[in-house]
């Protein structure tokens, strides 16, 4: 009705409805009715400021059963609603290609959320992360009966586009694997005056940057030491930089390192601890991001080659990032032997 009469005061009573419904823990029951609330205020107002921070709110969490549920009549939805899907989806390379699967049984031809679908996603991270899913679905598509000319040229140059970026992408990974550094502080200080936000951070690993998760936890210490970011900014950059890494298959960091840096903070005086704890437990929870698996030599170098047995400072000419040597500098080393 406020859209409907055009009621300025009714529209932001409505608004600010909805944002306190956002705020509460969400079932997909609720999270459909949310969306469609922000879907229509997008749609008629040309209004995207509630879809953005509904998105943001909840693009840090599992939304297959949500995005499941909303694909049930695919082929009905528009190129809004599917691009937001994708946004919410993320990296979830799996729930897409089931998509396509699931929405050619039963057809003769491609239908045109199918191209749209497939235009939009991230083919060359699909393949890799799941290369049986990607071949049945390229072969349910070529055995459609009645799939004209154009559309077969249409799938020929995905896939033709498609290898060539996974070729483009194994060469630099070769290339990096020869010459990559675990720290070049030369390399860290250039980012860091170019890297203030956590959008800074984000965008440095999009653009490739950056090489391993150790670079950009290093660049978060010099972001949360600087220029702290709201808490409300944490979960959609973590969801942003969990896409990023697992498409661009950047390096994941070890529990050891982030035990390391967690331990310091624990007995610094920063007044940023308490957020940055949040972040490294938001890492530490994403698979994308986080490895049980020892992957990086920092923590080793920083027992064995800085602190001897009585737990001194022996070696001060090992070069460590500047941000973590502001760490070290307001704790009481000897406390870190017990993660030895």
């Not at 990296?91 to 191209?115: A, D, M």
């Not at 009645?146 to 249409?154: K, L, N, P, W």
């Amino acid at each position: 009705m406020s859209v409907v009469f055009k009621v300025e005061w009714l529209i932001e009573v409505c608004c600010k409805w909805l944002s306190n419904r956002m705020k509460q823990d969400m079932d997909d029951d609720e999270k459909l009715f949310v969306f469609e609330e922000c879907l229509y205020i997008l749609q008629k107002l040309k209004q995207s400021d509630m879809m953005d921070v509904l998105v943001a709110k909840i693009a840090a969490i599992d939304n297959s059963s949500f995005i499941t549920q909303y694909f049930q009549e695919f082929d009905k939805l528009d190129t809004v609603q599917i691009e937001l899907m994708l946004k919410l989806g993320k990296s979830n390379s799996e729930l897409f290609l089931r998509t396509v699967q699931q929405n050619l049984i039963s057809k003769h031809e491609l239908g045109e959320n199918i191209k749209y679908l497939l235009q939009k996603m991230n083919l060359p991270f699909c393949y890799e992360a799941n290369i049986e899913l990607y071949t049945a679905m390229l072969d349910t598509i070529s055995n459609l009966e009645d799939i004209s000319v154009a559309d077969m040229r249409f799938v020929l140059q995905l896939t033709a586009e498609t290898i060539r970026l996974i070729s483009l992408r194994n060469d630099k990974r070769d290339n990096d694997r020869g010459t990559r550094v675990l720290f070049d502080e030369k390399k860290l200080t250039t980012l860091r005056e170019n890297c203030q936000t956590l959008k800074d951070v984000s965008d440095a690993a999009s653009n490739d940057q950056v090489t391993s998760m150790l670079e950009v936890v290093e660049l978060l210490l010099w972001v949360f030491y600087n220029n702290p970011p709201k808490s409300d900014e944490m979960g959609s950059f973590i969801s942003t930089l969990a896409d990023v890494c697992c498409s661009k298959r950047i390096q994941k960091v070890s529990h050891q390192y982030l035990d390391m840096l967690s331990l310091a903070l624990k007995h610094s005086s920063l007044q940023q601890k308490e957020q940055f704890f949040q972040l490294l437990d938001m890492i530490k929870r994403n698979e994308n991001l986080f490895t049980n698996t020892q992957t990086d030599v920092i923590p080793r170098l920083f027992y064995e080659t800085m602190i001897g047995d009585k737990g001194q400072l022996e070696n001060k000419d090992i070069a460590l990032p500047s941000s973590i040597l502001v760490l070290l500098t307001v704790i009481d080393l000897t406390l870190c032997v017990g993660l030895h």
